[in-house]
């Protein structure tokens, strides 16, 4: 008999029969009435320790599985002075698409070394950004990935001066000297204007999200710049800002094209905005031209040119440099540019004379 088994007096036999499903949470003290051993033997032999016999390492697992006992993990690991076994990731909004496929990005990428991805939303409110990232870091996470909204990021000094690993994603934080990873939004906004040009657009209208945004600015002033190197006039009331949803781009596609000069073209600087103008060309028989950046789900059903980029690739390399940092430690803060490409799906493609004026479009501004 070793000496843990020792302490634990005569043991009883067999377990007994399972009893019924427990209506609440089996405890650890449960597993060990049942076991008929002390709490600590059942902590032992669920974690696989030495010095516990092997019937008694039995009788706690039929006991644990009777009850449907699930070890605290975490409990565990902040008891021993730990980090989690979690990295966490701050997105914007659950419904958009493009962020659960960064996340399904992320979480692939800490698969391979037995991390859990922990996901919280901000809602695209720079003061709940604040209050997420410090519950995560309440939990103690290995490391940190940030979708910002916030304008100062000096508040994460500390914890970046601690060693914990942190990665901005989508945009760069503010205040701070951090690992990021962005899209290459420049050439991705170029090569829109240059197909809708070189297909014979001058009045082409720009719709984009809140102004505070970094990708909003980033793709609206490239928009400017390639626009002036076509020598296209910058006509203001194109040039749309603060347009954060499906339903508001889909208003705002409506009110351009019930103008007296409408637009001949449409470039949709995220997907719900360009989700929102498509809706409103449906809905008016409209045939103006159509780009978007970033894809969405039935963009190429519905023939939609779009500035492609890989979330799940942003993701994964968000997630991949995150572990580097964890492997490595702390080193200068590097800046990853990832692709945006243009895909070509027609929409784009349309020349200016498709554009007439909708008598519908009037009618539903």
């Given amino acids: 008999m070793d000496a843990v088994d020792a302490l634990e007096g005569p043991h009883p036999g067999p377990a007994p029969p399972s009893p019924p499903a427990p209506a609440v949470?089996?405890?650890?003290?449960?597993?060990?009435?049942?076991?008929?051993?002390?709490?600590?033997?059942?902590?032992?032999?669920?974690?696989?320790?030495?010095?516990?016999?092997?019937?008694?390492?039995?009788?706690?697992?039929?006991?644990?599985?009777?009850?449907?006992?699930?070890?605290?993990?975490?409990?565990?690991?902040?008891?021993?002075?730990?980090?989690?076994?979690?990295?966490?990731?701050?997105?914007?909004?659950?419904?958009?698409?493009?962020?659960?496929?960064?996340?399904?990005?992320?979480?692939?990428?800490?698969?391979?070394?037995?991390?859990?991805?922990?996901?919280?939303?901000?809602?695209?409110?720079?003061?709940?950004?604040?209050?997420?990232?410090?519950?995560?870091?309440?939990?103690?996470?290995?490391?940190?990935?940030?979708?910002?909204?916030?304008?100062?990021?000096?508040?994460?000094?500390?914890?970046?001066?601690?060693?914990?690993?942190?990665?901005?994603?989508?945009?760069?934080?503010?205040?701070?000297?951090?690992?990021?990873?962005?899209?290459?939004?420049?050439?991705?906004?170029?090569?829109?204007?240059?197909?809708?040009?070189?297909?014979?657009?001058?009045?082409?209208?720009?719709?984009?999200?809140?102004?505070?945004?970094?990708?909003?600015?980033?793709?609206?002033?490239?928009?400017?710049?390639?626009?002036?190197?076509?020598?296209?006039?910058?006509e203001p009331r194109l040039l749309v800002v603060d347009v954060h949803d499906v339903p508001a781009a889909r208003a705002t596609a409506l009110r351009l094209l019930a103008a007296p000069e409408p637009p001949t073209a449409f470039f949709g600087l995220n997907n719900r905005i360009t989700v929102g103008v498509v809706a409103a060309l449906l809905t008016t028989g409209g045939a103006q031209a159509v780009v978007g950046f970033d894809d969405f789900d039935l963009a190429e059903a519905l023939g939609t040119t779009v500035v492609a980029n890989d979330p799940a690739a942003m993701g994964g390399r968000a997630g991949r440099l995150a572990l580097a940092r964890l492997a490595a430690g702390p080193g200068l803060p590097e800046q990853v540019l990832l692709p945006a490409t243009l895909v070509r799906r027609g929409s784009g493609e349309r020349g200016p004379a498709a554009a007439a004026p909708s008598r519908a479009a009037a009618a539903l501004a």
């Fill in 25 to 234: 949470a089996a405890t650890l003290q449960d597993v060990a009435r049942l076991a008929g051993v002390s709490a600590k033997t059942v902590a032992r032999a669920l974690n696989g320790e030495p010095n516990v016999r092997d019937a008694t390492r039995e009788r706690v697992a039929r006991a644990a599985a009777a009850l449907r006992f699930r070890p605290n993990r975490l409990a565990r690991e902040l008891r021993q002075g730990a980090r989690t076994g979690a990295v966490g990731l701050v997105i914007g909004g659950l419904e958009n698409p493009f962020y659960s496929h960064l996340a399904a990005g992320v979480e692939r990428a800490l698969r391979a070394e037995d991390l859990e991805l922990v996901i919280a939303s901000t809602d695209d409110d720079p003061e709940r950004e604040r209050a997420v990232v410090q519950t995560m870091l309440e939990r103690r996470v290995r490391a940190l990935l940030v979708v910002p909204v916030a304008e100062d990021h000096r508040y994460l000094e500390g914890e970046r001066s601690a060693g914990t690993p942190l990665v901005f994603v989508d945009r760069p934080p503010t205040g701070l000297a951090a690992d990021v990873v962005l899209w290459d939004n420049r050439t991705g906004v170029r090569q829109a204007v240059d197909a809708l040009v070189a297909a014979g657009h001058r009045r082409i209208a720009v719709i984009a999200d809140r102004i505070a945004n970094f990708t909003a600015r980033e793709r609206l002033a490239a928009f400017r710049e390639a626009a002036r190197a076509h020598g296209l006039g910058l």
